[in-house]
């Protein structure tokens, strides 16, 4: 079982800058992928950022440029910096890993509000 704890979401007015951290405990494969999502009222779930053991990162169109991620494999932390926020960023963001050798897994989610 593996167990995910998001933290350093809050309350942030519009331009400013966030961060959270995921950290993720119990059986994990090495060779993983770990992720951050979010969910807006009313929206679906979408892939936020994701980047894989190996380094590589994928980002949403909507924050490519603005955020950055990476992760402390020896640590399995994963991070996202959030700069330029802007009100559609608010959402409950959540942390994910998964492993083509098996196992998905979330985290309960944060909340990010950017004021206007």
């Known amino acids: 079982q593996v167990q995910l704890v998001e933290s350093g979401g809050g309350l942030v007015q519009a331009g400013g800058s966030l961060g959270l951290s995921c950290a993720a405990s119990?059986?994990?494969?090495?060779?993983?992928?770990m992720g951050w999502y979010r969910q807006a009222p009313g929206k679906q779930r979408e892939l936020v950022a994701q980047?894989?053991?190996?380094?590589?990162?994928t980002y949403a169109g909507s924050v490519k440029g603005r955020f950055t991620i990476s992760r402390d494999n020896a640590k399995n932390m994963v991070y996202l910096q959030m700069n330029s926020l802007k009100p559609e960023d608010t959402a409950v963001y959540y942390c994910?890993?998964?492993?083509?050798?098996?196992?998905?897994?979330w985290g309960r989610g944060t909340q990010v509000t950017v004021s206007s």
């Open positions: 994910r890993i998964f492993a083509i050798a098996g196992g998905d897994y």
């Open positions: 119990g059986s994990i494969f090495s060779i993983n992928v």
């Open positions: 980047i894989s053991s190996g380094g590589t990162t």
